[in-house]
C-alpha cells in the first residue's frame, strides 16, 4: 500500500481511527523538528562550525523569525479547526480549506514551521541548522507533499483541489492574489 492510500483511507475512514492515529502524527512530525534542533546542534559541535551571527543580531533575527512563524502556525491551526480537523493528515478537515492563509498559499502551516526553524536556527547561532538541517527538512516536507499529500488530496477533492492548486502557490504567496 502507498502512503498516499494509506492517508486517503485513514482520511476517508472512521472517525475513531482517525482520532486515534492523530497523537502518532503528532509525536512523528514533532519528533523530525526536534531531530532537526538537536541533529543540527550536534552537527554544530561534532564538525567545530562557528556560532552564526552569534550576539544580539542574530538573536533578534531569530525571535522576529520564531514568533513570525509561530503566528502562521497557530492561524492555520484556527483554520483547520473551524474546519473541523486537524493538521495531523490522519485526521485532516473534510472540506478543502482555501480561505484565510490558505488563500495565498497551499501549505501556509508548512512555511511557519519552516520560518519557526529558521528562527530557532538564528537564536541558537546554529549554522547547520540555518544552512543544512532545516533546508533538508523543507526539502523533505516538497518531496512528502508532492509524492504523497497532494495526490490524496486531488483524490479526495477533486476537481476543486486540482483548481485550487493550480490558482495557488505551494508555499509562497504571490505579491497580489488572483481570484
Known amino acids: 500500500m502507498r502512503l498516499d492510500d494509506l492517508f486517503y483511507s485513514v482520511a476517508i475512514g472512521s472517525k475513531r481511527l482517525r482520532v486515534l492515529l492523530t497523537p502518532v502524527g503528532l509525536v512523528v512530525f514533532f519528533g523530525m ?17 562557528p556560532k552564526f551571527l552569534s ?17 502562521i502556525w497557530a492561524w492555520c ?3 483547520f479547526s473551524k474546519a473541523k480537523g486537524t493538521p495531523v493528515p490522519f485526521n485532516p478537515p473534510r472540506e478543502l480549506v482555501s480561505v484565510g492563509p490558505y ?9 511557519g514551521v519552516f ?7 538564528f537564536i541558537l547561532h546554529s549554522m547547520s541548522m540555518i544552512l543544512v538541517w532545516t533546508p533538508a527538512f523543507i526539502i523533505f516536507n516538497v518531496f512528502e507533499l508532492k509524492l504523497v499529500e497532494e495526490p490524496e488530496l486531488e483524490r479526495r477533492f477533486g476537481e476543486s483541489y486540482i483548481e485550487y ?11 497580489t492574489r488572483r481570484r
Open 115 to 121: 520560518t519557526f526553524l529558521f528562527g530557532i536556527g
Open 77 to 79: 491551526v484556527v483554520w
Open 165 to 175: 492548486r493550480r490558482r495557488v502557490p505551494m508555499f509562497i504567496p504571490k505579491s
Open 33 to 49: 523538528l526536534l531531530l532537526v534542533v538537536f541533529g543540527s546542534l550536534y552537527m554544530d559541535r561534532l564538525l567545530g562550525f
Open 55 to 71: 550576539g544580539l543580531m542574530g538573536t533578534v533575527i531569530g525571535a522576529v523569525l520564531l514568533s513570525l512563524g509561530l503566528v
Open 103 to 111: 488563500a495565498w498559499s497551499r501549505n501556509p502551516m508548512l512555511t
